[in-house]
């Protein structure tokens, strides 16, 4: 008759009380320990250990087990003896006393240490033997929350009156700020379909064809250079609505945002948001998402140093570059290795310099304070709210150039002085953002979203006279240094569609073969509309506490977008090639 290793219970769940119950129980072998006569496992299933007594006299198979062979077993319940109980196992009570054991599997050792997870491991091994790394328990406990998460928003939105709506993966080419991943067509030769990198125009689509409030968690694809933080295929919280106001959806992201942390990270968190232009977020941070869980705001002074005799500010000014400022509290400690160290950072950015001077004992001091005359170092001091023992880092280039390098060296600091609590969660909507930007590479204008993202009503006026002053309606949530999400009102006029498709240099022909479908749908009448979408991998990268989104997805790519489990991508044969009509060139 067949060994029945259905489980009566998990492997978290017996305790004292159980004691005397028979029991079956299957799972992993975690550990194996011959104790003169006796052998003791510790078996393992994702929920918890249980520690089982085998006497190998009874018990022949016991003496062959091994670390990760899957077995079933059949026991009675026992009280651990006085002493021998395990605090730090929910079943440490308790431990089973098995009458009859059957080998399910049997493993061959492993590449890397499985129940010992504080075992540094190569993290490419980890990605090629993914299966294993999921068993050893970190990158368990996240996709159970990734998987808890996922539950609790659908929920939230199916009470705010959402409908969970799936859009299509194989799509058109559209611009929308990364390279299409494609899909050549067998049957229609030399054509592609594109994944979509979001479902954008199928969510506003959706709007005009009167579906009103919509969401999918969705999978998007995006051909780009990655970092920690991206993943060529990636999880997006999809959400659009009409008839509606920006506060109003902001408000309902807002709960969504607060249900999901405190249900996750069991926090309090505290609403409304702050609120903080693009603007201001560029002047006071060189960034639109800034970290705000400390201080070190930026200061802009090419007012003040442009009547100093400092050359290297002065050039600067002079090919229309600014000088800012970022001041540390108590930096006065900083040696001139430390300044030297930070001085070649930014020079990695692109900054050819980081002037400073140290605030002491009443006055500044720096071999270059003589270039200064004391009414600009009162006016530094004043403006830069520099106190006694400070110090004040500047730089002067181009804006943009200026705003990054002071971004990051700002971050660094931050972490190298302690000054981020990490437990402390700051979100933050910046809005605002300019609807166009200057694009040196294409030599045109490009959105900074998107070009179906409306613009401010009161500048639609300078679509016609300036249109890179033009403010856009959109909105990114930000927590703790990370874009989390964002969105925007939508255009839901043809003629202004058009009009900004014409600004963006697209052709009435390229509009129509890449846009008509979408065009025409406007042409039927379309609801004043507005949505946004968060990254899911991002928001649970935070959530479990961890530093690259790798970790919260059941199998990611590499740094370099390949799969090193499956070993893709990879060469196909010249069938489907020629069933493709496709060559590969040399």
Not at 109 to 138: M, V, W
Request: with cysteine.
């Amino acid at each position: 008759m067949p060994f029945d290793f259905r489980r009566t219970h998990r492997l978290d769940a017996l305790r004292e009380k159980d004691q005397d119950r028979e029991v079956t129980l299957s799972g992993w072998v975690d550990r194996r320990r011959d104790h003169g006569g006796l052998i003791f496992i510790d078996l393992r299933d994702r929920f918890g250990v249980t520690q089982l007594v085998l006497d190998p006299e009874l018990i022949d198979e016991a003496k062959d087990l091994r670390s990760e062979w899957v077995i079933s077993i059949k026991g009675v319940v026992k009280k651990r003896k006085e002493g021998m109980i395990n605090p730090k196992l929910l079943t440490g009570e308790i431990e089973v006393a098995v009458s009859a054991l059957h080998i399910l599997s049997k493993a061959k050792t492993p590449p890397f240490s499985i129940c010992d997870e504080e075992i540094d491991t190569n993290e490419e091994l980890r990605l090629k033997y993914r299966f294993l790394d999921i068993r050893r328990g970190k990158i368990q406990e996240n996709l159970v929350k990734r998987h808890q998460a996922m539950h609790l928003i659908r929920n939230f939105l199916h009470d705010q009156g959402f409908l969970e709506l799936t859009t299509p993966i194989l799509g058109k080419s559209t611009p929308e700020g990364a390279r299409d991943y494609l899909v050549p067509s067998r049957i229609y030769p030399g054509s592609f379909f594109a994944l979509p990198q979001s479902p954008q125009l199928f969510k506003q689509l959706f709007m005009v064809a009167g579906m009103d409030r919509y969401f999918q968690i969705a999978q998007c694809f995006r051909d780009e250079d990655l970092r920690a933080d991206r993943q060529p295929e990636f999880t997006q919280i999809d959400v659009e609505m009409s008839f509606e106001t920006e506060d109003v959806l902001m408000s309902i992201m807002e709960n969504m945002i607060k249900a999901l942390f405190e249900n996750q990270r069991d926090v309090k968190i505290t609403l409304p948001f702050k609120r903080m232009s693009h603007k201001e977020a560029m002047d006071r941070y060189g960034t639109d998402k800034p970290d705000l869980r400390f201080e070190m705001a930026l200061v802009e002074i090419s007012d003040i140093v442009k009547e100093s005799a400092f050359s290297v500010f002065l050039d600067a000014l002079n090919n229309e570059g600014i000088v800012k400022a970022i001041v540390i509290k108590g930096g006065s400690d900083l040696s001139r290795k430390s300044i030297d160290d930070y001085t070649s950072f930014v020079g990695h950015l692109g900054i050819k310099g980081l002037a400073w001077m140290k605030f002491q004992e009443g006055k500044l001091t720096s071999n270059i304070v003589k270039f200064f005359p004391e009414s600009v170092q009162k006016d530094l001091i004043e403006r830069a709210n520099i106190e006694e023992n400070d110090l004040i880092f500047m730089i002067a280039d181009e804006k943009s150039k200026t705003n990054q390098a002071l971004d990051h060296l700002r971050r660094k600091i931050a972490s190298d002085r302690n000054l981020i609590d990490e437990e402390r969660l700051e979100f933050l909507w910046v809005t605002d953002f300019p609807l166009f930007e200057w694009s040196e590479e294409e030599g045109r204008l490009t959105s900074v979203h998107h070009p179906f993202t409306s613009p401010i009503d009161e500048d639609l006026p300078l679509l016609d006279t300036d249109p890179s002053s033009v403010r856009s309606s959109g909105y990114d949530m930000v927590l703790n240094g990370y874009e989390i999400g964002g969105g925007s009102k939508r255009i839901h006029n043809l003629e202004l569609q058009s009009k900004i498709f014409k600004l963006l240099g697209i052709s009435e022909k390229e509009q129509k073969s890449r846009f008509g479908f979408f065009l025409d749908a406007l042409s039927y009448g379309a609801p004043p509309h507005l949505g946004m979408a968060f990254g899911l991998d991002r928001l649970m990268m935070i959530i479990c506490k961890t530093d690259s989104i790798r970790d919260v997805i059941a199998f990611p790519k590499t740094q370099k977008s390949a799969d090193l489990m499956l070993d893709c991508p990879s060469n196909v044969g010249k069938r489907q090639l020629n069933e493709l009509k496709l060559s590969i060139e040399n």
